[in-house]
């Protein structure tokens, strides 16, 4: 499950595709990404979380996805499941995923954001066996710029035109 459809998300569902695994988007929008094979909404979660083996968050950190993946929905998780969090640290309620992964409730965790940067050196996440944590800098890599500088040059001549509404990614708080 790809929790977020923006350009991230987007690049990753071929990926995923390719290695023969069945893509699903969760987004309030229905977007068009051909590697996507079923969309669903927020008020669908409760019904399809337990549906699957890696659930990687690209959420923005808006007053609608502050705390939107608690205790709730990683109960909903199957046990053999797994929860990755590239996106806003504040989209996750952090205590319910500790607790989630000391029982096993989940079999673990990759993490790259936090609701506290830097993770504190005393936080439970770098003592769990079945956590993987990184340094909120998992969308790094040698040609970052060459892809980044684009859509900020094309987001500032939007801007500076007052086109506001066709800016790419645009985050709507």
């Known amino acids: 499950g790809i929790f977020g459809g923006g350009a991230i998300g987007e690049a990753l569902a071929p990926r995923c595709k390719a290695k023969g695994m069945t893509v699903v988007g969760v987004d309030p929008v229905v977007r068009g990404i051909p590697a996507i094979d079923r969309w669903y909404g927020w008020n669908d979660l409760p019904k399809v979380m337990g549906e699957f083996d890696y659930v990687v968050l690209f959420l923005p950190s808006t007053a609608k996805t502050r705390g939107i993946f608690g205790e709730s929905l990683i109960a909903a998780m199957k046990p053999t499941s797994f929860l990755i969090n590239l996106g806003r640290g504040a989209t996750v309620d952090e205590a319910a995923l500790v607790k989630a992964l000391q029982e096993n409730r989940i079999a673990g965790a990759g993490l790259d954001v ?60």
């Open 114 to 173: 936090f609701s506290k940067e830097p993770l504190p050196a005393d936080h439970a996440f770098w003592s769990l066996p079945n956590v993987i944590v990184t340094a909120h800098n998992g969308g790094f890599f040698d040609e970052y710029e060459k892809y980044a500088m684009p859509i900020i040059i094309e987001n500032m001549d939007r801007y500076l035109a007052g086109d506001f509404s066709k800016m790419i990614n645009l985050v709507k708080h």
